[in-house]
């Protein structure tokens, strides 16, 4: 006979346990509750969104709009598990057109944290107020009639001491907030967003009319100014936004913004389609930097297959990857019968210039490929190694633009005869018995590398002040990153000194190096220090800093040099050791030993 009494091993987990448990899978730092109010306030018709931030997050998060409101029946309903006012039925799930829809967001953020929620409908003569301890509903009392809501988030992970005890430091906690709030002020420019931190604010950003202010304001005009517009059309797609232009390709993956219908997320095969797009013209060891909008029609596409939303799944999937790469090619003129011309709409629209890299239109595709790659493959950074000026005139030839000539400190060392320069860039020279042909910026990079990192060792990096400061105007992020590191970056012979919200002065560099490019510099640095917190030791972290330094210090391709400059480059190219790559693994020379020509020419042997 079958029993069903008794007592077993299986039991049903208590309801406060059940919603910690789904908190979990929504509310993985401060940075997700901003992003769960934030997504509600946009799908409430806000048109301004301020998120005030306390200690990273842990001690206060307050997000105010002035949307639709909620009414006192909806109001503390919301709180309940499941509930949600954007779904009626499962078929719902298959045609997503909110930004929140699941119903787990206030409840689980309500279950781990003091909330405090005052909220009036636009219409209403009065509002209300209440709050929610740990899930538990408190007192519903009147409050003034204030359109819009505003909910208050005290002491998160109070009642989970393990979860807060794996949290990352105030900075960092408040560097994802601060992403949350740029990726929301990307996707939505006709709302007004504003973000505070102890009282300070730290970004401010205006309602704009376009997807081009909202990008200027957030990566600044600088970003824009080298980039290319991304445009393409069909029937249940539509493909907008900005990317880099290969030259200014960064080490870096920031930013790589994609938005799904307003919703940032991460997709594989979008992000494949923009690097096949970019092929052979984007130089090795650096990333493709894009901030694409994409359209899709909701019916084909699954936004529900991650708890966090931050992951789709498209219903046309070789179709966007198919678009994505085209477009991208088409952009940059490299599509077959495609040919951009200054001016056209797919070009950078602040520029009237015609980009750099669109030289290779009058070359074939192998020469455009060669023409930014140097000896053996090895790329050449526009950035970092030259500045180009391109004639329209067909078969014209690369004319470098020369920098003011440095002086240069020799180091005595053995054997070197000065031979020539080829093409301003490459030094020819006998060096012991052999013929060598070396990079001129890349030897001088990794000459640079090792005084600077022995002196770091020796804790004895000398900084030579600016005679005029620097001004440079970043995110209000980044500008944040540069603040936090400030002790760091000063023992590495940086002078920077925050100016404001968002501007950066740069009074002093390392001793010993060349003129600097400011603003390119300091992007390179920020890649650096974005890394910082991955970073297993002060050795790596240091590194990358340093072979910024020393690539920005170095001589440039295009510079002539004369016979006892070039011999005096080779020379201490030697005495730090001869070493054939520079700090970010670029090759310094090429050599042809006394048996290699003697073979060559056929004198082996005689």
């Not at 950035?383 to 003011?404: C, H, K, M, N, Y």
């Not at 002093?508 to 190096?513: F, K």
């Amino acid at each position: 006979m079958l029993t069903t009494g008794g007592t077993g091993k299986i039991h049903i987990l208590p309801e406060e346990v059940v919603s910690r448990i789904a908190a979990g899978e929504v509310v993985e730092r401060p940075a997700a509750v901003v992003k769960e109010l934030v997504d509600n306030s946009v799908d409430a018709a806000a048109g301004s969104i301020t998120v005030e931030i306390e200690d990273g997050g842990l001690a206060l998060i307050r997000v105010t709009d002035d949307g639709e409101g909620m009414s006192p029946v909806d109001a503390p309903r919301a709180f309940g598990r499941h509930a949600t006012s954007k779904l009626r039925s499962d078929q719902d799930l298959w045609s997503i057109r909110t930004m929140g829809f699941r119903g787990e967001a206030l409840p689980s953020i309500a279950s781990v944290s003091h909330v405090r929620v005052a909220t009036a409908l636009r219409s209403a003569e009065a509002g209300i107020e209440f709050r929610v301890t740990g899930g538990r509903l408190g007192k519903i009392v009147e409050a003034s009639p204030v359109a819009g809501t505003s909910i208050e988030v005290r002491e998160l992970f109070y009642n989970q001491p393990a979860r807060k005890k794996f949290l990352k430091s105030i900075p960092t906690e408040f560097s994802h907030i601060s992403r949350v709030v740029q990726q929301a002020a990307l996707a939505w420019p006709s709302v007004h967003f504003r973000l505070t931190h102890n009282g300070t604010e730290i970004v401010n950003y205006p309602a704009v009319p376009s997807e081009r202010d909202r990008v200027s304001q957030v990566y600044q005009r600088v970003f824009l100014e080298h980039c290319f517009t991304v445009q393409a059309v069909l029937p249940t797609v539509r493909l907008s936004g900005y990317a880099i232009d290969p030259l200014h390709a960064r080490a870096s993956r920031m930013p790589q913004e994609l938005f799904l219908n307003r919703r940032p997320v991460r997709n594989a095969a979008v992000l494949h389609a923009v690097a096949e797009g970019y092929g052979a013209f984007l130089p090795k060891g650096r990333h493709p930097l894009f901030v694409l909008f994409l359209d899709v029609d909701p019916d084909r596409v699954d936004v529900n297959v991650h708890p966090t939303k931050r992951e789709v799944r498209f219903a046309d999937a070789e179709m966007i990857h198919q678009l994505v790469r085209r477009a991208i090619r088409q952009a940059m003129g490299t599509a077959e019968g495609v040919s951009i011309e200054p001016g056209s709409s797919s070009t950078c629209e602040s520029s009237g210039n015609k980009p750099a890299w669109t030289s290779v239109s009058g070359l074939s595709q192998e020469q455009a490929r060669r023409s930014t790659t140097g000896v053996q493959g090895a790329p050449i950074s526009a950035v970092t190694d030259r500045q180009v000026d391109i004639s329209s005139r067909p078969g014209a030839q690369l004319a470098f633009v020369s920098e003011t000539a440095e002086p240069y400190v020799k180091v005595p060392s053995g054997e070197v005869v000065a031979l020539g320069q080829l093409n301003r860039t490459f030094l020819v020279a006998q060096v012991g018995g052999d013929l060598a042909v070396i990079d001129q910026h890349t030897a001088h990079e990794r000459v640079l590398f090792e005084r600077l990192y022995r002196a770091w060792t020796a804790r004895g990096i000398q900084s030579q002040p600016l005679l005029l400061p620097a001004s440079i105007e970043l995110s209000p992020p980044h500008a944040a990153l540069l603040t936090r590191y400030h002790g760091e970056l000063e023992k590495l012979g940086l002078g920077l000194e925050p100016f404001g919200a968002s501007t950066v002065l740069i009074r002093a560099v390392p001793m010993g190096l060349g003129k600097l490019d400011p603003e390119a510099f300091l992007q390179d640095l920020l890649d650096d220090l974005a890394q910082w917190d991955h970073a297993s030791t002060v050795e790596t972290k240091v590194r990358p800093v340093l072979a910024s330094l020393a690539c920005h210090g170095a001589v440039r391709a295009g510079r002539p040099m004369e016979l006892p400059e070039i011999k005096a480059l080779v020379e201490d190219w030697r005495t730090e050791g001869e070493i054939t790559t520079c700090p970010h693994g670029r090759r310094t020379v090429f050599r042809l030993g006394t048996d290699d020509l003697e073979k060559m020419f056929g004198r082996a042997g005689w």
